[in-house]
């Protein structure tokens, strides 16, 4: 198969080449080819800007079995992939987000039958309305489309950054500062490695029985409560987690803000059946120890670290030492 990713060396995508190549794709990547990651050995990368109307539209001259959107974010984007590739691809897969599930969550076990109903975070909202305007297309037969949302997924991006950037946390749990665990830490998050992600998700490309569907791909029902999540990876930076609990409505009356990545995700406990895609693409298991994933992101922290790559936002830790220190 031809496979078209639109992005490429993002945290799930990179992961889904590298499956990809494994079956025998033969893969292409459009991206803007700055990022530092290099595309693994046999992968063709077409170089553009998403915001350049004429290279993009050129991406409709080639036949591709699958195009792989990754980058798209916003309603328009997706009307312009409609427009680019209807009647030029066998299946068009669009990246979506778990997080575009109903809030406050009614069950704590979250299959694809949830509504896509989150009304803190603008996010979700734009993902569940293309996702529905991708529907539309597929049911009108514009578009062969299939919806895959991952929840959180890391590979070498900090899955630590609950209401902040992940490196901000790895910062100050380095530095030996306080960090900040929304509730008590004992509500239940469900992390997938990338490597994990990649292996159900290649096994919907050029799938029929993918087509007009949606799935969910995470840890199968499986969870850890934030507190271990934490101290887990400042056991990776090799040091000992301060951890200070306060309560989500607390931090969003400091950053409203922050409410999407809360209230609108993080706050609620939440265990995905992952039953469907099994279905589809598989059985599979999520195989990357917690200890061992950590491993490797805390090493390339350490590395940007000390290469400058990362500068603090006194104005941003600021605020977060003003916070722990408001606390009884």
């Given at each position: 198969m031809r496979i078209l990713y639109i992005g490429g060396t993002g945290e799930i995508s990179y992961a889904c080449i590298q499956e990809g190549l494994r079956l025998g794709h033969d893969i292409t990547v459009f991206n803007r080819a700055r990022r530092?990651?290099?595309?693994?050995?046999g992968v063709h990368q077409i170089k553009g800007e998403v915001c350049d109307e004429k290279a993009y539209a050129a991406l409709a001259d080639q036949h591709w079995d699958v195009v792989c959107q990754f980058i798209a974010y916003a309603p328009e984007a997706v009307e312009r992939d409609i427009a680019t590739f209807r009647g030029k691809v066998g299946q068009y897969l669009?990246?979506?987000?778990?997080?575009?599930?109903?809030?406050?969550?009614?069950?704590?076990?979250?299959?694809?039958?949830?509504?896509?109903?989150?009304?803190?975070?603008?996010?979700?909202?734009?993902k569940a309305a293309m996702e529905a305007r991708l529907m539309q297309a597929h049911h009108d037969q514009v578009l062969p489309v299939t919806i895959?949302?991952?929840?959180?997924?890391?590979?070498?991006?900090?899955?630590?950054?609950?209401?902040?950037?992940?490196?901000?946390?790895?910062?100050?749990?380095?530095?030996g500062r306080p960090v900040i665990v929304h509730g008590d830490g004992t509500s239940l998050w469900t992390i997938t490695h990338a490597d994990d992600f990649a292996v159900p998700f290649v096994?919907?490309?050029?799938?029929?029985?993918?087509?007009?569907?949606a799935f969910h791909i995470t840890a199968h029902l499986s969870a850890l409560p934030w507190n271990q999540i934490v101290t887990t990876f400042a056991a990776a930076l090799g040091v000992e987690a301060r951890i200070v609990h306060v309560p989500s409505d607390t931090l969003v009356r400091f950053n409203s803000n922050w409410s999407g990545p809360l209230l609108g995700d993080k706050t609620w406990s939440v265990?995905?059946?992952?039953?469907?895609?099994?279905?589809?693409?598989?059985?599979?298991?999520?195989r990357t120890p917690l200890a061992q994933g950590f491993a490797a992101v805390a090493a390339d922290f350490r590395r940007r670290l000390d290469a400058g790559q990362y500068k603090p936002d006194l104005a941003l830790h600021a605020q977060i030492d003003q916070i722990i220190a408001s606390q009884p």
């Open positions: 530092v990651d290099s595309l693994p050995p669009f990246i979506s987000s778990a997080s575009a599930y109903q809030k406050p969550p009614r069950n704590v076990v979250i299959t694809e039958d949830v509504p896509l109903e989150n009304p803190y975070w603008p996010y979700s909202r734009a895959v949302r991952p929840s959180h997924t890391y590979r070498l991006h900090i899955p630590i950054g609950i209401f902040i950037g992940g490196d901000h946390v790895a910062w100050r749990l380095a530095q096994r919907l490309l050029g799938n029929g029985r993918a087509l007009g569907e265990l995905f059946d992952n039953s469907k895609v099994m279905s589809v693409a598989g059985p599979f298991t999520c």
